[in-house]
């Protein structure tokens, strides 16, 4: 059977003149016995499915019932069918709409606007940006959003499931090439499905500057699932309606909140599925001034930290001396940390970096050769390395050039690294959660202080393997197996 089925109201609403895919009627796909028992099956629900129950309701329903893979989904069925409840996620692109519409000649002379999305893809190339996002957000074959002229700006009053007979004749041409389009991203066929239990996407971004995993370290990822029965693959941002594909989730892209990342995070567990990194562990970890909360009130050592606010500079220019350290909350990868060296610097930067942030951590300056790196996974530490400085600089990573330039790094076995580091890695990390994290840590004379819990550690091959090769990534794909298993 194919790997995929295309389920309208009637099949005669599938024009001849349409591509020869497997078209099945709803009232067949729900009675027929044949369909309850295909296993792993691809559906796309093209029936109109805004009325609770209706058939095009139950269609999603029986197909996640089957285990069958489905979009939309009954949850996505469910935030469209109400204003009130798919209003709460468009706040954020209704704000960018009113730069967008400012920007260009897109409104038109009435006080509306009507724009159908048919997977993602609409016909006008102004606003395809925001087509896009409203199918991460709401993944559903065809939609008709319309947009509203009130109060002097543009908004998003209704989005609704569009029927395949109600499509004009000029859109089908948009449809049929979406359609492919979304039909050609990487089905897993049904000869590598026999073997394979499990469907694991790991969502990596080829733009990302640095990646925590380099491109022979992804690869050696999907090759490490394969040995468990896992069928790793590589999705991108763009791939955000497809989740519900999937039995797992491993982000190899930098996390952020006000980002994708998240939003991939949270969409997967919500869906039940198994994620690294999940949501809550983005959450705590990507806030740095959250993290020196957490770590102070647990009286884990650290550097001696301030939160910053733009009226008590003195205060901490006199409890850490020049030359401080200033934080941006969500930097990653040694980005966002400014050495200061006097009063001077300590307003400038300051003020520099109160416009993206209402508040800053401001930290006292300790120089080590090298950091530790302790990657910890479900509570257990996995390896060790020391990340050095990069040359003629403070950090592990030098940002102030063209191009970023970072230190060496060693692998180390578990049993040559000293015990107290491996003990303080493990109280940090046990206060997030149990996931995959790197903590960072300095030996100093006030002992081992821990600079930060990373949710989205670096693993790359020529580093962080170099100890341990394959059995890296064998013990990462073993957990999510494990957590698969144990659902």
Not at 447 to 452: A, K, Q
């Amino acid at each position: 059977m194919p790997d995929h089925l295309l389920i309208v109201e009637q099949p005669k609403q599938w024009k001849p003149e349409y591509p020869d895919y497997r078209v099945i009627g709803v009232k067949e796909y729900l009675s027929d016995p044949n369909f309850a028992a295909m296993s792993g099956a691809r559906v796309i629900n093209l029936c109109p499915s805004r009325r609770y129950l209706s058939l095009g309701y139950y269609c999603s329903l029986l197909a996640e019932a089957r285990g069958h893979k489905v979009i939309p989904s009954v949850r996505t069925i469910q935030d469209l069918s109400r204003k009130s409840i798919y209003s709460l996620a468009t706040v954020d692109l209704d704000r960018r709409l009113q730069r967008l519409f400012t920007r260009s000649k897109l409104p038109p002379e009435s006080d509306r606007m009507e724009l159908p999305i048919l997977f993602g893809r609409c016909p006008s190339e102004e606003l395809q940006a925001v087509a896009r996002e409203l199918f991460e957000i709401f993944p559903a074959p065809l939609l008709s959003v319309e947009f509203r002229l009130r109060n002097g700006g543009w908004r998003i009053d209704s989005i609704r499931t569009l029927s395949l007979s109600r499509l004009a004749s000029e859109q089908e041409p948009l449809f049929l090439d979406a359609l492919a389009h979304y039909l050609s991203s990487k089905w897993v066929r049904a000869k590598e499905r026999k073997r394979y239990r499990y469907d694991l996407a790991i969502l990596h971004n080829p733009s990302d500057p640095l990646p925590p995993s380099n491109q022979q370290a992804l690869k050696r990822f999907v090759r490490a699932a394969a040995a468990f029965k896992i069928n790793a693959e590589l999705i991108t941002p763009t791939d955000f309606g497809r989740i519900a594909e999937y039995d797992a989730l491993f982000i190899r892209e930098t996390t952020r909140i006000d980002h994708h990342t998240y939003r991939f995070a949270k969409r997967a567990a919500k869906s039940g599925m198994v994620v690294i990194d999940d949501p809550d562990s983005i959450l705590k970890c990507t806030n740095k001034v959250f993290l020196a909360e957490l770590l102070a009130g647990r009286r884990v050592a650290s550097p001696r930290t301030i939160i910053l606010r733009p009226d008590n500079l003195r205060e901490a220019e006199e409890a850490l001396n020049y030359p401080m350290v200033l934080k941006i909350p969500d930097g990653a990868f040694s980005a966002g940390v400014f050495k200061v060296e006097n009063r001077n610097e300590l307003e400038e930067s300051s003020k520099r970096l109160f416009k993206e942030s209402d508040l800053l951590l401001a930290q006292e300056y300790t120089y080590t050769e090298f950091d530790w790196r302790v990657g910890i996974l479900n509570r257990k530490p996995l390896y060790v390395c020391k990340y050095f400085m990069s040359h003629s600089h403070w950090q592990i990573i030098n940002h102030s050039g063209n191009k970023p330039i970072g230190g060496h790094s060693e692998a180390l076995p578990l049993d040559a690294v000293p015990p107290k580091i491996l003990k303080t890695a493990l109280k940090a990390a046990n206060l997030i959660g149990d996931g995959l994290y790197g903590v960072d840590l300095k030996e100093t004379k006030r002992g081992v202080l821990v600079i930060e819990v990373n949710d989205n550690p670096s693993l790359d091959a020529g580093a962080e393997d170099e100890l341990l090769g394959d059995a890296l990534y064998r013990s990462i794909m073993a957990e999510f197996y494990r957590r698969l298993e144990s659902r």
